[in-house]
């Protein structure tokens, strides 16, 4: 069975994180994410959805921007935007999360300003990233010789 099918006949599902797109907010093999179905509206900015990549990968980003036919999506910890994520490729939205045994709603204060700040520093946050990797890779590349 699916993420898709599980959901459709649990309502939910409750996964271990794998990967380190969503850092800082969830941590690969210590955190998992809470997902419920979509109860057929669209999706929000700041919207954390699990969609399907084709094939058959399953992908946990944050919507951060809402198009007229489909949507823009980031990953937390990503420098490179989604593009063309339509509504029949999200399978659900996250509702909470588990962190330290301790489950959180998404509806909390603290996630709330985690979000927010999150999404307003994109442009900021990104290009530090990106400057970060290309500093990384010449030094690695100076240090080959």
């Given at each position: 069975?699916?993420?898709k099918e599980y959901i459709e006949k649990n309502?939910?599902?409750t996964y271990t994180n794998v990967g380190v797109s969503m850092m800082p907010l969830l941590r690969?093999?210590?955190d998992m994410f809470i997902v419920s179905k979509r109860n057929g509206q669209r999706c929000n900015v700041g919207d954390v959805v699990l969609y399907r990549r084709p094939p058959d990968k399953y992908v946990l980003h944050r919507v951060i921007e809402v198009r007229e036919n489909d949507y823009v999506i980031l990953g937390d910890n990503c420098v490179k935007k989604e593009y063309g994520i339509k509504d029949e490729d999200i399978i659900a939205v996250m509702t909470g999360y588990v962190r330290n045994g301790r489950e959180h709603?998404?509806?909390e204060k603290g996630y709330r300003l985690y979000s927010f700040l999150w999404l307003h520093t994109i442009p900021?946050?990104?290009g530090m990233k990106k400057i970060?990797?290309?500093l990384k890779r010449m030094v690695k590349k100076l240090s080959k010789r």
């Open positions: 069975m699916n993420f309502g939910s599902l690969q093999g210590k709603n998404v509806l900021f946050r990104t970060s990797l290309k």
